[in-house]
């Protein structure tokens, strides 16, 4: 018999364990219970204890069935962002921040709702440095009535961004002191920082142009140099809680907890598509987020702190820093 690999799963992840059931492989033919069924040795049925081996399949990103599509592949209809900068190019929601037009920090909104729990698949590429992502359960800033707000974070300058670089690219964006897998040294920035040089370096636009499409609240993160992909980014809140590969637990007025490593940097970049797209996954169940990237697991965070816990939100598209941002075959699964 095969050696296999075990794996700990916190509780937590029951409602993606549910959704994407992965089959394991079988030294030999499982046995033929009552009426068909594939069971385990011992009980009716030939199941063990009810349980029956070989019941799941892979999860088929291509099977939209019961799932809701959030973009046509041909326009911007039911979306909302600076028409300067998104558009449609080559059947996805396109954006291409340069030196000679930079973006700073912008987003694009989908307005069909706000979902509480659910299942967000989608695909992204990139080319160059570009940085974004998927927002969901967030808010917009701008919005004065939103009841749930991030509390005040000292030296957040704006809209969560620090300062922008030569030719208009955004600062990295801080990382939280002591957080675990943060990068470099507490406040250090998950962005490039500088964008690269040009003849005619050009201005982003400003805070007030900014400002009606402004998000706070979780990300899943995107980049083309995959330092970050399907990390979990929250933006206008605790920033970089941990570099991708990670199971974290947040608690009120504790330190974020490292529950385990769910895959190294270098199985991350293996399992990466550089300049193609990558399908990813967001399952977000009650206080539990799972990011999946190309089928495999990166990211789980269960969110036990009421300060900065979402149940529900926005979802829209980020872009940052310089390069292209291709995203399409977005769908929403309420749960």
């Given at each position: ?109 989908w307005t069909g709702g706000a979902p509480a729990d659910f299942a967000l698949k989608y695909e992204l590429k990139g080319t160059g440095n570009i940085n974004g ?32 670089g030569p030719g208009g690219a955004p600062g990295g964006r801080g990382a939280v002191a002591g957080a675990p897998g943060a990068p470099g040294a507490p406040g ?90 990558n399908q990813f996954l967001i399952v977000a169940k009650g206080n539990t987020t799972s990011i999946f990237m190309n089928g495999h697991l990166i990211t789980v ?35």
């Amino acid at each position: 018999m095969k050696a296999t690999k075990t794996i700990l799963i916190p509780m937590g992840l029951c409602a993606a364990a549910m959704l994407l059931t992965v089959p394991v492989a079988q030294s030999q033919a499982p046995a033929q219970g009552a009426a068909g069924a594939t069971g385990a040795t011992g009980g009716a049925g030939g199941g063990r204890g009810g349980f029956m081996r070989g019941a799941s399949v892979p999860f088929d990103y291509a099977d939209n069935e019961g799932w809701q599509s959030l973009f046509d592949g041909q326009t911007l209809k039911g979306w909302d962002g600076d028409p300067r900068f998104w558009s449609i190019k080559d059947g996805a929601i396109y954006v291409n921040p340069t030196c000679e037009k930079p973006t700073g920090t912008i987003y694009t909104i989908w307005t069909g709702g706000a979902p509480a729990d659910f299942a967000l698949k989608y695909e992204l590429k990139g080319t160059g440095n570009i940085n974004g992502g998927m927002q969901f359960r967030s808010y917009m800033t701008a919005d004065q009535n939103v009841e749930f707000q991030y509390p005040p974070r000292a030296g957040r300058g704006g809209a969560g961004r620090g300062p922008g670089g030569p030719g208009g690219a955004p600062g990295g964006r801080g990382a939280v002191a002591g957080a675990p897998g943060a990068p470099g040294a507490p406040g250090g920035g998950r962005g490039p920082g500088r964008g690269p040089a040009c003849a005619n370096p050009g201005t982003p636009p400003s805070a007030a142009e900014r400002a009606k499409w402004d998000m706070f609240g979780p990300q899943a993160d995107f980049d083309a140099n995959n330092n970050f992909s399907a990390m979990f980014y929250e933006q206008g809140g605790r920033a970089i809680i941990s570099l991708p590969g990670h199971a974290l637990l947040a608690e009120a007025g504790k330190p974020v907890k490292d529950l385990g490593t769910i895959a190294d940097k270098a199985s991350i970049d293996s399992w990466f598509k550089k300049e193609d797209y990558n399908q990813f996954l967001i399952v977000a169940k009650g206080n539990t987020t799972s990011i999946f990237m190309n089928g495999h697991l990166i990211t789980v965070f269960i969110d036990n702190d009421p300060n900065y816990f979402r149940g529900g939100g926005t979802i829209g598209l980020e872009v940052e820093s310089t390069g292209e941002q291709f995203a399409r075959n977005i769908f929403l699964k309420r749960l």
